[in-house]
């Protein structure tokens, strides 16, 4: 079942955050513009102040398709 208040919850912070931070919302307004495909490769980097660095990166496969359009959903 889904949890409604949770849900008004997150547009609410995701509202503060893209205030916070545009270009994020400009970037994430771009890749859905173009939308997300099998194959596509997404990477993510996290650099901390002391130099700590954490990468990753996957492929997205038709089953992860419809979960990200489920997030899309949400904004």
Not at 23 to 35: A, H, L, S, T
Not at 43 to 70: H, M, N
């Amino acid at each position: 079942m889904i949890d409604f208040g949770s849900v008004l919850k997150i547009k609410k912070n995701w509202s503060t955050f893209c205030g916070n931070h545009p270009r994020v919302e400009e970037f994430i307004g771009n890749i859905g513009e173009k939308g997300f495909c099998e194959g596509q490769e997404v990477a993510v980097a996290v650099r901390y102040p002391d130099g700590t660095e954490f990468k990753t990166g996957i492929r997205l496969q038709e089953s992860d398709l419809e979960f990200l359009e489920l997030l899309r959903s949400l904004t």
